[in-house]
């Protein structure tokens, strides 16, 4: 009856291991299941936590069923491991015609092993035991380890056939030259692995670097009659200049040879002369391409450059690289950023050294870049895009090669010098090729070296046989830009000084030209900015007497310039007290949003500025007092307009209790209270006399609802101080300058470098001079550096000096 019903549903619970849920209950289980259900009769199924195996039957039973579930999964312990993509076929390939090396595992630890393409791992079952040591195993053929080494290359699909040879020789060749060792290629990636002790791996690794470092290969590119036109002579001959290949171009074809890195650059610039679009290459050793792939799995950590930079980035397996596609600058600037990323996610195993382009063809020779790859142990790879000769692997090997590679660039700059002019300078390259190459075929008579001048890059290229010739061709070069130098300089001129300076239909200009007997130009690019050319000593002389028109003309026009808050904006009358206490002019442009004050003497426009500067102050104190008061009194006015619709709504219950409903009563007015008196900023006067005006309200009007908030006080003046302590610093920011005062007549500049003549220009021109003597010594007037402008901060203003 009961008692039976009872004892045959007795319930047992077994732990259970997520990971072997699918081992219990999938095929593996089957056997296990039929015996506890079918055979002892015992029903299982999971617990809903998928912690337990719930059991139900007789407890004999159970306990019986639990014990073979325990010995079944003691038996069965699984473990996965994450494998990259490009090692499954190492597994499951055997070697020589050998079993795979799955196979033999499962022979060797008695365990099953399974390979999941689908997610990249492999997994393991066994008893525990046996799982740890074939896990072991496995981590060992992959990546080497107790005295077993594993050395991946990745070969370029050009030179993949000469690695392999015919019918697999030169694979057989190498591991007869370097017994013990193993070479099996990956097809998927491209990548040979070579597997044995550490004596012959690396040797045969060397080996291999230096047979793909050295291999010449050919590489067609079919072309049309109209593509044929693009490829002219002048361009083949520009990319032999840079790249060590030999092109060859015919009706129908572009044919290039050389080494197999070599020929990629060559044909990716080939491509894009011919409208294929713009790519470029980042090159990567295995081990890092699939350290790499594993980090993307979840997401590619290039996805904003991609966005940023309007660019295509791939991963090209077969290759370990990196493609970027796209516009050639944007591709050039992703491909900065991608590297700057590598050089952060490998750290030291991924370093790099920056080499002046016309010195990368002469160090980069392919087989020089193989023999540092094989003896070092790190790859060595060119990049001509960011000119920079990277090393990747073990950190050691990596700065082992690139110490090798500074040796040779030493050596290589004994034969080649190259001078390097910065944007600023530029205009020193056309002044050292001289008018139809003369200056430059002098240095190369002189000296005796090869000269090159590469405008692209701004330098120029001394390269000799004997390193003697090349200093004295350096020497040469350097005595050409000392003089261009002294012969040239070039002085910035404020925007509000140079319609003064240049003078009605540039009379001011041609006075000084005739005086001292150079040339002066207006720059095209830079129109505040002047070229003055000519003999050394007269260039000096007129400089300084430049120099010192622009000291005086800062001290009569210089001005301060303020920029400004919109409600801060307030009429030019405001200032009018400050304005006649400093005897200065006090302008608001409200466009512009900025204050300038100019005339007086600098001291007194400094402490205009202080006095400006306690007055806006005071303005915000005053603003924000005024929204103050505003927020208070519609905070009240909502609060009485609450409290008479809560009597409203009061009134309408009581009456309609009511059998005549009276008229509703009248609302309550809201009372407002009065605006609060502004506090006038200053006690003086206006020019008429007048009190002056407060600062209207900043919007539509003068009025607004919520200005800003008031900043910090004023405070640190001793900055402002600093910053107007020296007329030299004052320029001004308006483009007409006030009618100019009355100036003293100063002599003109000596050539001994007097400190005289600070009147203006027509001053400095109209004096009589002694005719200047180009024969005088170098170097005794030297021109003042340009001012700049530039803009400080002082206690919420910028002051621009």
Not at 755 to 780: C, I, K, Y
């Amino acid at each position: 009856g009961i008692e039976k019903i009872v004892a045959e549903n007795q319930s047992g619970q077994v732990p259970i291991d997520r990971g072997l849920i699918g081992t219990v209950f999938g095929e593996p289980g089957k056997e296990l299941r039929k015996q506890v259900m079918d055979e002892l009769g015992v029903r299982m199924a999971m617990a809903p936590n998928d912690k337990f195996i719930n059991l139900r039957g007789s407890q004999e039973k159970i306990d019986e069923a639990a014990e073979m579930i325990n010995t079944f999964m003691k038996e069965n312990y699984t473990e996965e491991m994450d494998i990259d993509q490009s090692d499954e076929s190492v597994l499951v390939i055997g070697l020589n015609g050998a079993e795979n090396y799955l196979q033999q595992m499962e022979k060797e630890f008695e365990v099953k092993v399974n390979l999941r393409k689908a997610r990249h791992v492999v997994s393991i079952r066994g008893t525990e035991e046996n799982v740890a040591k074939a896990r072991a195993s496995v981590s060992r053929f992959l990546y080497g380890g107790e005295g077993f080494c594993v050395l991946k290359v990745a070969v370029a699909d050009s030179t993949l056939g000469i690695v392999i040879g015919k019918g697999g020789s030169n694979l057989q060749k190498l591991e007869k030259e370097f017994e013990g060792a193993t070479l099996q290629v990956q097809r998927s990636s491209n990548t040979l692995l070579i597997r044995g002790t550490e004596e012959v791996v690396r040797p045969c690794w060397s080996s291999v670097v230096r047979m793909m470092a050295t291999a010449k290969i050919t590489e067609t590119i079919t072309i049309d009659s109209e593509q044929h036109d693009t490829v002219s002579a002048t361009t083949v001959k520009r990319i032999m200049d840079n790249i060590p290949v030999a092109i060859n171009v015919t009706e129908h074809s572009v044919k290039i040879r050389g080494t197999a890195a070599d020929v990629r650059d060559a044909k990716l610039a080939v491509l894009d002369i011919l409208g294929a679009g713009y790519e470029a290459k980042v090159d990567l050793c295995a081990q890092h391409f699939a350290k790499l792939r594993v980090a993307m799995k979840e997401s590619s950590p290039f996805a904003d450059i991609q966005s940023e930079n309007d660019v295509v980035i791939e991963v090209d397996a077969l290759s370990s690289s990196l493609g970027i596609k796209g516009k050639r600058a944007n591709a050039k600037r992703a491909k900065l950023q991608i590297i700057s990323f590598l050089e952060s996610f490998y750290g030291d195993e991924f370093q790099k050294i920056k080499v002046a382009r016309p010195l990368l063809k002469i160090i980069g020779d392919a087989s020089k870049i193989g023999e540092i790859s094989a003896i070092s142990g790190a790859l060595v790879f060119i990049d001509r895009d960011t000119s920079t000769i990277q090393g990747q692997g073990d950190p050691e090997c990596v700065t082992k090669a690139l110490a090798m590679v500074q040796g040779n660039l030493k050596e290589a700059e004994k034969l080649v010098f190259v001078a390097k002019f910065e944007p600023t300078d530029a205009w020193l390259i056309p002044k050292l090729i001289g008018k139809n190459g003369d200056v430059i075929q002098y240095l190369r008579d002189h000296s005796g070296c090869k000269v090159d001048v590469i405008r692209a890059e701004s330098c120029v290229v001394i390269s000799a046989d004997e390193e003697e010739t090349v200093q004295r061709g350096k020497q040469l070069l350097d005595n050409l830009v000392e003089k261009e130098r002294k012969e040239n300089v070039f002085i910035a001129i404020p925007e509000d000084a140079m319609p003064n300076f240049i003078g009605k239909g540039g009379a001011n200009i041609k006075k000084l030209q005739e005086k001292y007997r150079v040339g002066i130009e207006r720059m095209r690019k830079d129109p505040y900015r002047i070229h003055i050319s000519g003999k050394t000593t007269s260039v000096a002389v007129t400089a300084k007497a430049v120099t010192d028109w622009l000291y005086n003309w800062e001290s009569i026009y210089g001005s301060l310039v303020v920029p400004l808050n919109e409600n801060e904006l307030v009429g030019d009358d405001y200032f009018a007290p400050i304005e006649n206490q400093f005897g200065v002019k006090v302008t608001v442009k409200k466009d512009a949003l900025k204050l300038t004050v100019r005339g007086g003497s600098p001291d007194l426009r400094k402490d205009a500025l202080k006095k400006i500067v306690e007055e806006m102050s005071k303005v915000r104190e005053t603003a924000a007092a005024r929204l103050a008061a505003e927020r208070a009194t519609a905070a009240e006015a909502e609060e009485e307009e609450e409290d008479d619709d809560e009597e409203e709504e009061d009134d309408e219950e009581e009456d309609e209790e009511e059998e005549e409903t009276p008229a509703p009563p009248a609302p309550k007015p809201v009372v407002v209270p009065p605006q609060p008196t502004r506090t006038p900023v200053t006690n003086g006067t206006s020019r008429r006399g007048a009190p002056a005006p407060a600062p209207p309200r900043n919007g539509t009007n003068g009025h607004s609802r919520e200005p800003a908030p008031p900043k910090a006080s004023v405070a640190a003046l001793g900055l402002l101080d600093m910053l107007v302590s020296t007329p030299s610093q004052m320029v001004s920011d308006t483009p007409q300058p006030p009618r100019a005062p009355e100036v003293p007549v100063a002599p003109a500049p000596s050539a001994s470098g007097s400190q005289g003549g600070r009147a203006l220009l027509n001053f400095l021109v109209s004096e009589s001079t002694d005719n200047v003597s180009d024969n005088a010594s170098e170097g005794q007037v030297t021109a003042a550096p340009a001012r700049s402008t530039t803009y400080k901060s002082v206690s919420g203003f910028r002051v621009r000096v």
